[in-house]
């Protein structure tokens, strides 16, 4: 089963910042989050990850809340272009278990 | 630097026959995972392999075997398929066991008729 609950869907108007939230209430202590999206019909393509600190790179920026607890993908400018599904997964880097992908939330960015 | 390479893209069997998928990992990577996707049950994990070895297995039958080669490549085996095997076969490499950071592959759809 997933560690991470995320509302199945959501809406974003194009031009303005998409808060995607994760639940993790389970984390443990050596688990990363780490988040993908999969646009239609494509492969998931990674997107970023973190530990306990804020984290941003070219395509978004992720917050992790001080107890871990849950996290927010941040897309600052939505596209329609970033119309996909976004995981949100947990994982014990270099550990036996498998990764778990959950449902997932399905970002629809309106013109 | 060349991505994940899955072969074929696209094929059509029938109810008994089986198959066989291709994956070839980025250069350099020596774990490759596979992952069935469907829109009922979303991306499901198979399983993993490194070096060679199978080092995690998700809860399918028996009927989905797979086996990881020397050069990293892999393969997965569907036997005496079932109509609920169409799907998207997603295949997934990256640097070490249990990474987080996977490459994906387009995947490799299968239609069973």
């Known amino acids: 089963d997933a560690k991470t609950t995320q509302p199945p869907s959501m809406d974003c108007a194009e031009g303005r910042a998409a808060n995607l939230p994760c639940n993790h209430s389970t984390i443990s202590g050596n688990e990363y989050v780490y988040w993908y999206r999969q646009i239609h019909s494509q492969g998931p393509q990674y997107i970023i990850h973190?530990?306990?600190n804020n984290e941003t790179n070219e395509m978004a920026s992720l917050i992790i809340t001080e107890d871990r607890k849950s996290s927010t993908l941040i897309l600052p400018h939505a596209t329609l272009r970033d119309t996909a599904v976004y995981y949100c997964?947990?994982?014990?880097?270099?550990?036996?278990?498998?990764?778990?992908f959950g449902k997932g939330t399905k970002l629809t960015v309106n013109p | 630097k060349a991505g994940v390479t899955q072969t074929p893209r696209y094929l059509i069997k029938t109810r008994g026959q089986q198959v066989t998928l291709s994956c070839s990992p980025i250069?350099?990577?020596?774990?490759v995972s596979w992952y069935q996707q469907t829109p009922g049950q979303g991306l499901q994990f198979l399983f993993e392999?490194?070096?060679?070895?199978?080092?995690n297995k998700g809860n399918f039958p028996g009927r989905f075997s797979g086996r990881q080669f020397s050069n990293s490549r892999s393969e997965m085996n569907v036997s005496t398929l079932e109509l609920g095997d169409s799907a998207l076969y997603l295949c997934?490499?990256?640097?070490?066991?249990?990474?987080?950071?996977?490459?994906f592959g387009e995947g490799s759809r299968l239609t069973v008729l």
């Open positions: 997934a490499s990256s640097l070490g066991l249990a990474i987080g950071e996977l490459f």
């Open positions: 250069s350099g990577h020596r774990s």
């Open positions: 997964i947990v994982v014990t880097q270099g550990g036996s278990e498998k990764l778990v």
């Open positions: 973190g530990l306990k």
């Open positions: 392999y490194f070096s060679e070895t199978q080092r």
